[in-house]
């Protein structure tokens, strides 16, 4: 590929713990090993055990890595592995596999990019209210504080959380992820009190000496497909995207969401107070991209599309409308539409200007072809060639972007569809845990070989 890349660009890949690690008897309970004992809750029953078994598999998986050539690795840290009960005790087994996880990485040299909350809550806190409860920011503070004393010298770069969107609205808004709850107005504080939670946490990481710290969401560029959607299509922008943005730059709640989720909640969880809090200085934010958000007028029967995670159920006080997605998709239902990216990044840079900013997950469920020759993906290799290309075209309109995270290392638990959408680069798989990499494996890996 014929790409002008910015000097000290990054490429990496990405996981989340537990899409990957298994060994649930090695740690404490989370949500989404509750939600996953809901019958139909994850298609076809599959649950965190064995998942990709990377916690017995490590040595292996960074081996995986160091074979790619990449520069940087993205994976999250298990609360409930480190803190069995979500506060307290951390555990001496759970530290020992992120002491090896990271010094692996670093024997390597694969700079480690830390995640303390990839959407999987100790049990303990959920069953106490989970993110519409407040304490549970001041939980995640304390064990971001302790993460911090651990791994400051050498974790590269950390991020608070990944996506709070998806962990509120989708958690406690549409039910369609842990824990379940249909409660707008519960999502509302959850959102709130997820970005609490990163303020305080980068305080203590800071005061920690940890360094290069930032948040990752899911800015999500949302296009009215006709003027008679402008306001709908505000509303899921307001609730999608400027309120994270707008809480973080110290804003407060958007005045129009504010007002249009007024049926669904009196604010009352909102504190003045808060503002240094939730916009405390960040070092840099990752956007993770997939697609855009159409939004179309409604139809008679027909609120959902086949695009997971396009629903107006997971949008607190939604309007009638209907998302709209244009092909090609990719097996997800989502829109292909690399030009997106920059629509994403000048969002983020709209509302926080000069703050460096890195790709964090971009990646494809598509169509594989398994044969004796190997595991042919060249619908993603062709999406990755697409949105590598969006993004360097960015860089050179002038957004700070510095790096760039395919999603996903492996195939991987796919949340609530289970296996049966996958994101890897490296085949998993489910009955065995053989790691295959796939063609676009050889592609990055070729790619990353190639540079100057
Ligand atoms: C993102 C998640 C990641 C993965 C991809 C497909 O929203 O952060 O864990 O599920 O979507």
């Given at each position: 590929?014929?790409?002008?890349i ?10 989340s ?13 989370c949500?989404?090993d509750d939600?996953?004992?809901i019958?139909g809750?994850?298609?076809?029953g599959?649950t965190g ?21 990449v520069?940087a690795?993205?994976?999250s840290?298990?609360w409930a ?6 506060s307290?005790?951390?555990s ?8 090896r ?14 995640t303390?909350?990839h959407?999987?809550l ?8 989970g ?13 971001a504080?302790?993460m ?11 991020a ?6 998806c ?13 379940g ?11 709130y009190?997820l ?9 203590r990481?800071r005061?920690?000496g ?9 800015v999500?560029?949302?296009?009215a ?22 809480l973080l730059?110290?804003?407060?709640i958007?005045a129009d ?13 909102v504190?003045?107070a808060?503002n ?19 939004v ?8 959902a599309?086949?695009?997971i995670?396009?629903d ?6 939604c309007?009638?409308l ?5 092909p ?5 239902g989502?829109?292909i539409?690399?030009?997106?990216i ?5 969002k983020i ?19 594989e072809v398994?044969?004796?020759?190997g ?15 969006a993004?360097?075209?960015a ?21 609530a ?5 996958q ?14 990499p ?15």
């Amino acid at each position: 590929m014929d790409l002008d890349i910015p000097p000290g660009f990054e490429f990496g890949v990405a996981t989340s713990s537990w899409q990957i690690e298994g060994d649930v008897a090695g740690r404490g309970r989370c949500n989404w090993d509750d939600f996953a004992q809901i019958p139909g809750a994850i298609i076809g029953g599959a649950t965190g055990e064995p998942a990709c078994d990377h916690v017995h598999r490590l040595e292996e998986d960074l081996d995986l890595l160091a074979w790619l050539g990449v520069d940087a690795y993205r994976f999250s840290i298990s609360w409930a592995r480190v803190m069995p009960q979500g506060s307290g005790d951390l555990s001496a087994s759970g530290l020992d596999f992120y002491d090896r996880l990271i010094d692996g990485l670093l024997e390597r040299g694969i700079k480690p990019v830390a995640t303390l909350f990839h959407w999987d809550l100790p049990s303990p806190l959920e069953v106490a209210g989970g993110w519409p409860n407040r304490d549970t920011a001041y939980l995640f503070a304390d064990y971001a504080q302790a993460m911090g004393e651990r791994y400051a010298g050498k974790v590269d770069r950390w991020a608070t959380l990944n996506e709070p969107w998806c962990s509120a609205f989708l958690g406690y808004c549409a039910g369609y992820f842990a824990p379940g709850r249909k409660e707008p107005g519960a999502s509302l504080a959850a959102a709130y009190h997820l970005i609490l939670a990163h303020g305080l946490a980068i305080e203590r990481l800071r005061a920690a000496g940890a360094r290069n710290l930032g948040i990752v969401l899911n800015v999500i560029p949302v296009i009215a497909e006709t003027p008679s959607m402008d306001a709908a299509a505000r509303h899921v922008d307001g609730t999608q995207n400027r309120l994270f943005l707008d809480l973080l730059a110290g804003r407060g709640i958007p005045a129009d969401v504010r007002e249009s989720c007024a049926s669904v909640t009196d604010w009352a969880f909102v504190r003045d107070a808060d503002n240094p809090v939730l916009s405390a200085p960040i070092d840099w934010i990752g956007e993770n991209y997939y697609t855009v958000m159409r939004v179309a007028e409604p139809q008679a029967g027909a609120t959902a599309t086949a695009a997971i995670a396009q629903d107006s159920a997971d949008i607190p006080a939604c309007p009638p409308l209907r998302f709209a997605p244009r092909p090609p998709f990719t097996e997800m239902g989502w829109e292909i539409l690399p030009e997106g990216i920059e629509m994403a990044l000048r969002k983020i840079t709209d509302h926080l200007p000069g703050v460096p900013l890195w790709i964090c997950e971009n990646g494809a469920a598509v169509q594989e072809v398994i044969d004796d020759s190997g595991i042919h993906d060249p619908m993603r290799i062709e999406y990755f060639e697409g949105h590598f290309r969006a993004v360097m075209r960015a860089a050179e309109r002038g957004f700070d972007v510095r790096g760039y995270y395919a999603w996903s290392l492996m195939d991987n638990l796919e949340w609530a569809s289970g296996w049966t959408k996958q994101f890897g680069i490296v085949h998993v798989d489910p009955a065995t845990g053989t790691r295959t990499p796939k063609d676009s494996a050889a592609w990055y890996r070729d790619f990353l070989a190639a540079r100057p």
